[in-house]
């Protein structure tokens, strides 16, 4: 699984990214750690431990970090590579990072809860909540339903992709109906309901039309909607002008032209990810999140049933189907798992859970070169060997 992939798809694997073009990455010092418990690893710990060190030695990543936890809850941590490039201390276990794209399966669960209560109609046209705000260049909220946004097929063109280097903007504050208007200063692309493409701009429209039929912000309430009720006390999102992360955490780099030394952009303003990708969190809290999902714990039985009846999709990764705010993935070994990833300038996250409760999440502390291949692909594969592996 995963071993070729299309010029259409590469592109859309760029698309992920909540940023201008991920980069190269430079070798790191391979450092493999794992929780005290005092029990050995074996399975997928273990299998997890050789797939963040191969993500370091072969892919040049500086550093992982990861968390498994099997279906009756029993968790492990484990970590390769550095922190820091300078100083070359060790990645802290269970660490927090920017969750990035992983922000739209929470965006999602609130707009499914709120439909849940009533108060959205996934099928209702967007323009019923946003009166006249998707226009323009043939967008129009008009044709555009609520249950598109979700599952990313409106049409509506990625704001992301004129996106400058994190150089240029990591500094700079982004209101959401600049993302906004900066994704509709695009020709549609295509007609809604027609086709497939992942638009962060669906999601922000999506986080303003929430803020609209709540009366809240959308950081609220994902905050009183999820992570109060599950007691995620390491997810957070960062308030307006909060460009740090708090401890421990590892750097994040940058890697710009080949030869070009690394920078660190673990500091930066993630306005411009918003509900598409703002939050941070540690790897045991993402698996807390989606193995609550799974079970049931956020949505009823109705809106859960229908955020996991996916689409099929063109230019992708083989055995990849979207359903309202996350991905389907089919596995090598047999079965799927469900999850999302997210990419930002620093950190690339790649998880799953499996319909009994078994949950991987980890991340990586730079972003691959776009026109890289195989390190574009290594982070699913590994996630993929990871689920296969005995134990």
Request: some cysteine; charged content about 25%; overall charge positive.
């Amino acid at each position: 699984m995963f071993t070729k992939i299309t010029t259409g798809a590469l592109a859309a694997l760029a698309a992920l990214t909540l940023t201008a073009a991920p980069a190269t990455a430079a070798a790191g010092k391979a450092e493999a750690g794992r929780a005290a418990t005092g029990k050995p690893e074996t399975g997928r710990d273990d299998a997890l431990r050789k797939e963040l060190e191969r993500l370091v030695k072969e892919h040049g990543f500086p550093g992982a970090l990861g968390t498994v936890r099997d279906k009756n809850g029993r968790v492990r941590h484990v970590t390769a590579g550095v922190a820091d490039l300078r100083t070359k201390a060790k990645i802290p276990a269970d660490a927090y990072v920017r969750i990035a794209s992983n922000t739209k399966t929470y965006t999602a669960v609130v707009a499914l809860q709120l439909a849940g209560e009533g108060k959205i109609d996934l099928d209702a046209p967007v323009e019923k909540y946003l009166p006249k705000v998707i226009r323009g260049n043939g967008n129009d909220g008009r044709k555009i339903t609520v249950r598109m946004l979700l599952n990313h097929t409106s049409g509506l063109p990625n704001y992301t992709q004129d996106m400058p280097s994190i150089l240029e903007v990591r500094d700079k504050y982004r209101e959401p109906y600049d993302l906004l208007r900066q994704g509709l200063g695009h020709k549609r692309l295509f007609p809604p309901g027609k086709d497939w493409a992942y638009s962060n701009t669906g999601y922000v429209a999506l986080g303003l039309l929430i803020q609209e039929v709540t009366g809240r912000p959308i950081q609220e309430e994902i905050t009183k909607r999820i992570i109060k009720p599950l007691g995620l006390k390491h997810t957070y999102w960062p308030g307006p002008g909060v460009q740090t992360i708090r401890d421990p955490h590892p750097a994040g780099y940058h890697f710009g032209e080949s030869g070009a030394k690394p920078v660190d952009v673990t500091e930066i303003d993630p306005s411009w990810g918003w509900a598409a990708g703002q939050l941070i969190a540690r790897p045991s809290d993402v698996n807390r999140f989606f193995v609550a999902l799974m079970g049931g714990k956020l949505l009823k039985p109705q809106q859960l049933k229908e955020m996991k009846e996916t689409v099929k999709l063109k230019n992708f990764l083989p055995g990849f189907e979207y359903g309202l705010g996350m991905f389907k993935i089919k596995l090598s070994c047999g079965g799927h798992i469900w999850g999302h990833g997210g990419d930002i300038d620093g950190y690339e996250t790649r998880n799953g859970v499996t319909e009994e409760g078994r949950a991987v999440s980890f991340a990586l502390t730079a972003l691959p070169k776009p026109a890289d291949e195989k390190a574009a692909l290594a982070a699913f594969q590994s996630l993929d060997r990871v689920f296969c592996a005995t134990g």
